[in-house]
């Protein structure tokens, strides 16, 4: 069965998303995670995603993500939850889902099918036979859309095994008649990071997802201790520390939303590899700068050589 987790409490904390290393063949290297995730549950990061955003899952093949949510889960070795990232084709998706609950994930997060052609009610069986296939597994939806409308959002959130959104849509007031709408047990994370987590805090949100703990996990924790003490100021003040590190991110149609992370990582001493295509890759000169300027700023530039 593998360790068991107050998974409701963790949503409320930091889901961490980890990035896909590669090596110079571009083939994943998973073994380069582990410092990356070591790093993270020391910081006090609450639970870790493989497959995610973060973690180029549209790039991956679905070898390559069972490789790397086998390789997170192993790493990981029951120390925190991990939340397997789940998607694509029907069959990609249940086959992820079966190999995820094998491999020891406590739950799924389900990517938002990015089809041209989804319907509410196609969503609706979509998540019911990857629930099937994990044999069970508790579900977050990461909901990166709120057009199927607040009626099919609150049908999906009275599935069985669906305990969390992952809200990443920048519409607090759609939001907030969500959790209104939706069953007491549901968990709304804020799917937008540190720069968002406020706004969707104030609504009801609880916790957020971080790229940011790839790079500088301990800065993440301290947002989240203040936000989840209410201390508001105190957050919109280590926001702004790391904004050039979310400004990068957000450049080139959010193109360079991975770019700037594995680009940080190789600065402070830890070559997770390049993007795949069709993100960017590499930084611009004067993305690097900006993103170089706040690393040495922040005394990160190295660092992952000197834990070595």
């Known amino acids: 069965m593998g360790v ?3 998974l409701a409490k963790a949503l409320t904390g930091i889901s961490g998303i980890l990035v896909t290393p590669f090596d110079g063949q571009d083939e994943v290297a998973p073994q380069r995670l582990k410092p990356i995730i070591d790093r993270a549950i020391t910081a006090g990061v609450h639970i870790l995603v493989s497959n995610g955003n973060t973690g180029e899952f549209y790039a991956l093949t679905t070898d390559e993500a069972e490789t790397m949510v086998r390789a997170a889960a192993e790493q990981i070795d029951g ?5 397997a990232g789940i998607g694509r084709s029907m069959k990609d998706a249940c086959r992820l889902a079966k190999t995820s609950a094998e491999a020891g994930a406590s739950a799924l997060m389900i990517h938002q099918p990015p089809d041209p052609f989804v319907a509410p009610r196609g969503i609706i069986d979509y998540v ?10 508790p579900l977050i939806l990461y909901l990166r859309n709120d057009l199927i409308g607040l009626k099919a959002i609150q049908d999906i959130c009275n599935l069985e095994g669906v305990i969390g959104v992952k809200w990443a849509t920048p519409n607090p007031m759609k939001l907030a008649e969500a959790i209104h709408n939706t069953p ?7 799917g937008l990071a540190e ?3 406020p ?4 609504v009801g949100a609880r916790g957020f997802t971080s790229g940011l703990i790839n790079v500088w996990p301990e800065h993440s924790v301290a947002i989240h201790k203040a936000l989840d003490a209410g201390r508001y100021e105190e957050a919109a003040a280590l926001i702004r520390r790391m904004s050039a590190f979310e400004e990068v991110r957000a450049q080139e149609m959010n193109g360079t939303n991975v770019t700037g992370v ?3 990582l190789q600065m402070m001493g ?4 390049p993007t795949r295509a069709p993100s960017a890759w590499p930084l611009t000169a004067e993305q690097s700068e900006m993103l170089s300027s706040l690393l040495t700023t922040e005394k990160l530039i190295g660092t992952f050589r000197k834990a070595a």
């Not at 120390?79 to 939340?83: A, D, G, V």
């Not at 019911?128 to 597994?137: C, F, I, K």
Request: net charge positive.
């Open 4 to 6: 068991q987790f107050d």
């Open 79 to 83: 120390r925190i939850p991990l939340l």
């Open 128 to 137: 019911r036979r990857v629930h099937e296939a994990s044999g069970g597994l």
């Open 184 to 190: 007491s047990h549901i968990v709304w994370v804020g």
């Open 195 to 197: 720069t968002w987590a």
């Open 199 to 202: 706004p969707l805090y104030a």
């Open 262 to 264: 594995k680009a940080a």
């Open 270 to 273: 830890h070559d997770c590899g």
